[in-house]
């Protein structure tokens, strides 16, 4: 055979069985992937609402028992879930905002009248890892756990450095060192769940 | 056939190191080894990517036609690398989550195709395979090492599992990358002087 059209089959062939054999390993892991998903996002509202005891070492069935029995799920145009805390509603959804390299999607709870914010999580972020990825560790998201938010729309909850954040009604967290544009980024996305989101969100509870 | 399997094994790990003597695989091994957990899973993937990737080329070698070879070389590696990914999402979805991008970067790892146009393109598929799984192994031995030291200062921890007293002020450096730099120098210029003087 004429080697240059032997050239052109033989990728064309190889890659089609390639191709054949990873759309079947995908078919096939699809249904646990998806599954692996959902239940990481539901650990994510679970830690957000602050219902487990301890929420590094749950396990799974306790987190699927825990978002069927606790957390209520109301869906619309924002999906909003709500938890009954002794009597007193809190309310959590999803913000998507930009980051330094990439959208950042975070899981915000606030008490029921809006005037704190209950927790965070970040679901998916892109932040260089090490510095604006930090946003992920335990320290900084427990940080704004029962924060008092402030009236001044650009700065809902400010995220600053080099200032006294102690005090949960002073609407200030601690910045991550190294990460200014990152720690920017989570008080535009704050601004934005409180000022458009939070308003339309509680409407819908009510 | 001059090479033994034997020594074809022992060569990738020690003598034709890829990290140490052929400084390949430099990014990743840079990149993950700020835990120790990440790293073992980095070395494993490596290890199951090179060795079937030089099964696959060295058993297709006769029929690869020259011109196309490396483009084939990519796409064989390219399909191991996205089983790899599919699995550790299904299976291991915390680590997966860990290693993030850096499971899909195993397709630019150096080693892979320096042993697929090396080796597996002129040498039978079980030698191959040998030799796909101790480059791997090689490469895994010097990012533990690597991982090793900067686990423990880092964080005060080997695996995880907290082994520096408790008064003890983790360095951050190592957890961030410039510490690995120095650490992979430092590596590279000790294990390379007696490997140097031989010759």
Same mark, same amino acid.
């Given at each position: 055979m004429n080697a240059r059209l032997y050239s052109v089959v033989f990728t064309f062939v190889l890659t089609t069985i390639f191709v054949l054999c990873l759309a079947g390993i995908n078919a096939l892991a699809s249904g646990t992937i998806e599954k692996n998903e959902q239940l990481e996002f539901q650990r994510s509202l679970v830690y957000v609402f602050n219902?487990?005891?301890?929420?590094?070492?749950?396990s799974d069935e306790k987190i699927l028992s825990l978002y069927g029995n606790r957390i209520e799920e109301i869906t619309g145009d924002q999906t909003v879930y709500v938890v009954n805390k002794d009597g007193s509603k809190e309310l959590a959804f999803a913000v998507q905002s930009p980051g330094l390299w990439g959208t950042i999607t975070a899981l915000v709870a606030f008490n029921e009248g809006g005037t704190k914010i209950t927790g965070i999580d970040f679901v998916s972020h892109s932040e260089t890892p090490g510095l604006g990825g930090r946003i992920d560790e335990v320290l900084f998201k427990e940080q704004f756990r029962g924060e008092r938010i402030s009236s001044d729309p650009s700065a809902r909850v400010a995220v600053v450095?080099?200032?006294?954040?102690?005090?949960?009604?002073?609407a200030r967290v601690d910045a991550i060192t190294g990460a200014t544009r990152t720690s920017e980024s989570v008080q535009i996305l704050l601004n934005k769940a409180i000022n458009s989101v939070l308003p339309v969100v509680r409407e819908v509870v009510e | 056939m001059a090479e033994s399997k034997k020594t074809v094994f022992l060569a990738n790990i020690w003598?034709?190191?890829?990290?140490? +003597?052929?400084?390949?695989?430099i990014c990743s091994a840079l990149a993950v080894t700020n835990n120790l957990t990440n790293t073992l899973i980095m070395g494993v993937g490596l290890i199951f990517v090179t060795a079937f990737s030089s099964l696959t080329i060295s058993a297709l070698r006769r029929m690869i036609p020259k011109n196309v070879r490396m483009m084939v070389q990519v796409l064989i590696i390219a399909t191991y690398v996205i089983i790899l990914d599919i699995v550790l999402k299904a299976y291991l979805p915390s680590i997966s989550k860990a290693l993030g991008p850096y499971v899909g970067l195993i397709i630019t790892n150096c080693i892979i195709m320096g042993r697929a146009e090396a080796f597996a393109q002129s040498h039978g598929s079980v030698l191959s395979f040998l030799d796909g799984v101790s480059a791997g192994i090689g490469y895994s031995l010097v990012l533990l090492a690597v991982a090793f030291i900067r686990e423990l200062l880092?964080? !005060?921890?080997v695996f995880g599992v907290r +082994?520096?007293? !408790? !008064?003890f002020t983790p360095w951050v450096i190592m957890i961030m990358a410039p510490s690995a730099f120095f650490i992979l120098g430092a590596i590279i210029w000790i294990a390379r002087t007696p490997i140097v003087k031989k010759k």
């Amino acid at each position: 055979m004429n080697a240059r059209l032997y050239s052109v089959v033989f990728t064309f062939v190889l890659t089609t069985i390639f191709v054949l054999c990873l759309a079947g390993i995908n078919a096939l892991a699809s249904g646990t992937i998806e599954k692996n998903e959902q239940l990481e996002f539901q650990r994510s509202l679970v830690y957000v609402f602050n219902i487990a005891e301890d929420i590094d070492s749950i396990s799974d069935e306790k987190i699927l028992s825990l978002y069927g029995n606790r957390i209520e799920e109301i869906t619309g145009d924002q999906t909003v879930y709500v938890v009954n805390k002794d009597g007193s509603k809190e309310l959590a959804f999803a913000v998507q905002s930009p980051g330094l390299w990439g959208t950042i999607t975070a899981l915000v709870a606030f008490n029921e009248g809006g005037t704190k914010i209950t927790g965070i999580d970040f679901v998916s972020h892109s932040e260089t890892p090490g510095l604006g990825g930090r946003i992920d560790e335990v320290l900084f998201k427990e940080q704004f756990r029962g924060e008092r938010i402030s009236s001044d729309p650009s700065a809902r909850v400010a995220v600053v450095s080099g200032q006294d954040t102690d005090s949960k009604e002073d609407a200030r967290v601690d910045a991550i060192t190294g990460a200014t544009r990152t720690s920017e980024s989570v008080q535009i996305l704050l601004n934005k769940a409180i000022n458009s989101v939070l308003p339309v969100v509680r409407e819908v509870v009510e | 056939m001059a090479e033994s399997k034997k020594t074809v094994f022992l060569a990738n790990i020690w003598k034709n190191n890829p990290v140490i +003597v052929q400084i390949l695989g430099i990014c990743s091994a840079l990149a993950v080894t700020n835990n120790l957990t990440n790293t073992l899973i980095m070395g494993v993937g490596l290890i199951f990517v090179t060795a079937f990737s030089s099964l696959t080329i060295s058993a297709l070698r006769r029929m690869i036609p020259k011109n196309v070879r490396m483009m084939v070389q990519v796409l064989i590696i390219a399909t191991y690398v996205i089983i790899l990914d599919i699995v550790l999402k299904a299976y291991l979805p915390s680590i997966s989550k860990a290693l993030g991008p850096y499971v899909g970067l195993i397709i630019t790892n150096c080693i892979i195709m320096g042993r697929a146009e090396a080796f597996a393109q002129s040498h039978g598929s079980v030698l191959s395979f040998l030799d796909g799984v101790s480059a791997g192994i090689g490469y895994s031995l010097v990012l533990l090492a690597v991982a090793f030291i900067r686990e423990l200062l880092g964080f !005060g921890t080997v695996f995880g599992v907290r +082994v520096m007293p !408790g !008064g003890f002020t983790p360095w951050v450096i190592m957890i961030m990358a410039p510490s690995a730099f120095f650490i992979l120098g430092a590596i590279i210029w000790i294990a390379r002087t007696p490997i140097v003087k031989k010759k």
